[in-house]
């Protein structure tokens, strides 16, 4: 037994007391421009800085997108180290956005490098792909539990190229999307009052009542903003399961700064209209 509270649990708290939204922090070179900064990396920390001070303690959570980071090296990397330190010091939760996935002897360094308790990128979930095969997933889900940490894993993406591969059908006729739901509920099966291991399901998929997405876990729902979902979506899409998810805005709150009152504002209206959408479920 693990003496970390799972993650989980931790979510939950932090949704019910600031909402569901995930703001992504996205440093696009495009977006570092907008901001009157240069695509490098002492732009990269001002851009990293600003979006952890205007949103931290406001949001549940925050999601780096690390590809962003590593675009810079090593001293990207350690950006975004000090960028998921700050903001985990403020009291947000952060999902490490690196959608890793391997072998599994492979997969248990990933799982050391992000969710070992004493590693420098620790974070409190991390996203992961299960197309190797979910077991390949194993250490890392093992890794999680000792540390109280998440995983959220690729499902039903929000991208039109997922479908050939998620909603694809196997010899059972189960979809293949569904079935990485399946395990994940099995994974979080008994938990309360949720479980640490959530599915990554796109806000911009329209009718998902095919599949169950009741798999006591999050759901973490990129796709709302940018790519074209609103939050006014998200009953339609989950269902009865709209109550775990968490959907996450990335460009569609930064396009608002620099300036960290505006970029507030726009977290803020995000985060009403989830209210509000939430409310009608
Ligand atoms: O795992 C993710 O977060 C993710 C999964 C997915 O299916 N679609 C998706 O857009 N994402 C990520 O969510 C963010 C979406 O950014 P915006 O489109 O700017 O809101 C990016 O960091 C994507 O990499």
């Known amino acids: 037994m693990s003496p970390y509270e799972p993650f989980g649990a931790r979510l939950r708290r932090a949704m019910d007391e600031r909402g569901p939204l995930c703001v992504g922090i996205d440093p696009h070179a495009s977006l570092l421009t907008e901001w009157g900064l240069d695509d490098d990396v002492a732009g990269l920390e001002r851009f990293s800085r600003t ?3 205007a949103v931290a303690g406001r949001v549940a959570v925050v999601k780096p997108q690390s590809a962003f980071f590593e675009r ?3 001293r990207g990397v350690a950006v975004l180290e000090r960028t998921v330190e700050e903001a985990r010091a403020a009291g947000t939760l952060v999902v490490m956005d690196a959608k890793r996935g391997d072998i599994g002897s492979t997969m248990a360094a990933y799982a050391e490098a992000f969710l070992r308790k004493d590693s420098p990128l620790f974070s409190d979930a991390l996203t992961v792909s299960p197309y190797l095969g979910y077991g390949s997933l194993g250490p890392a889900v093992a890794m999680a539990r000792e540390s ?3 995983l959220f894993v690729l499902a039903l993406t929000s991208n039109p190229e997922g479908g050939e591969v998620q909603h694809a059908v196997r010899a059972d006729g189960r979809t293949v999307g569904a079935t990485v739901l399946a395990h994940l509920a099995a994974e979080n099966a008994g ?4 479980g640490s291991f ?3 399901v796109g806000a911009t998929l329209g009718d998902l009542s095919s599949y169950d997405l009741d798999i006591n876990g999050p759901l973490l729902a990129p796709g709302v903003g940018a790519q074209g979902a609103t939050p006014a979506d998200l009953p339609k ?3 009865s399961s709209v109550r775990n998810v968490v959907p996450n805005v990335s460009r569609g709150v930064l396009r608002h ?3 960290i009152v505006t970029l507030r504002d ?6 009403d209209e989830v209210r509000a959408a939430l409310a009608l479920a």
């Open 51 to 53: 979006v952890v001070e």
């Open 72 to 74: 810079f090296g090593s």
């Open 148 to 150: 109280g940490a998440g």
């Open 191 to 194: 938990e309360e009052p949720l």
């Open 198 to 200: 959530g599915a990554v």
């Open 237 to 239: 899409v989950f269902g």
């Open 257 to 259: 700064g620099p300036d």
């Open 266 to 271: 726009a977290v803020d209206r995000f985060a």
